[in-house]
T-cell receptor, first 111, second 112 residues
């Protein structure tokens, strides 16, 4: 069975500081991994995904995540956050028929 | 492109009432799903469909029914609403089992 653990429910960080949102997964089979972002009162949007190939994946707005098979992790990082990055972030892992989501990390960027 | 459209955006029901949450997608996606989002619990899968005429249960199916008569539509029915069904409901679709999921804007349901 697949599961996802997001270790931090809330992460406050000052503007222009780096941030890491942690995600660990468990799965008995090969996985595909995703990060989704949810802005207030909106649905989820795909931020980035790992399907195969390079273990480092990047998004268009400066986020990156690294698939680490030995540590079963897929942490999300950004070297310098902006106010507009304030949102809730969900890590997800592919299952037999659908996605399994973590409980989410609320990132708050402080001016 | 409209993408995934959910209606209504907000709904208040009395305990015992029934209703249908509508979901439609215009991307010709095979896979469609319903999730509920509750504080501190992330998204939990209610029901999903891998194509027209094919549906299956997810993690929390009790109290909900679905059907998939067309590729585009995937309505979620609450049979007899209970306060425990107060939640935000999201519909999603994707081209394949492990592909990117596209989400609707959500329906915020309150059962009193």
């Amino acid at each position: 069975a697949q599961s996802v653990t997001q270790l931090d429910s809330q992460v406050p960080v000052f503007e222009e500081a780096p941030v890491e949102l942690r995600c660990n997964y468990s799965s008995s089979v090969s996985v595909y991994l995703f990060w989704y972002v949810q802005y207030p009162n909106q649905g989820l949007q795909l931020l980035l995904k790992y399907l195969s190939g390079s273990t480092l994946v990047e998004s268009i707005n400066g986020f990156e995540a690294e698939f680490n098979k030995s540590q079963t992790s897929f942490h999300l990082r950004k070297p310098s956050v902006h106010i507009s990055d304030t949102a809730e972030y969900f890590c997800a892992v592919s299952g037999s028929n659908n996605l399994f989501f973590g409980t989410g990390t609320r990132l708050t960027v402080i001016p | 492109n409209a993408g995934v459209t959910q209606t209504p955006k907000f709904q208040v029901l009395k305990t015992g009432q029934s209703m249908t949450l509508q979901c439609a997608q215009d991307m010709n996606h095979e896979y469609m799903s319903w999730y509920r989002q509750d504080p501190g619990m992330g998204l939990r899968l209610i029901h999903y469909s891998v194509g027209a005429g094919i549906t299956d249960q997810g993690e929390v199916p009790n109290g909900y029914n679905v059907s998939r008569s067309t590729t585009e539509d995937f309505p979620l029915r609450l049979l007899s609403a209970a306060p425990s069904q107060t939640s935000v409901y999201f519909c999603a679709s994707s081209t394949r089992r492990y592909g990117e999921a596209f989400f609707g804007q959500g329906t915020r349901l309150t059962v009193v």
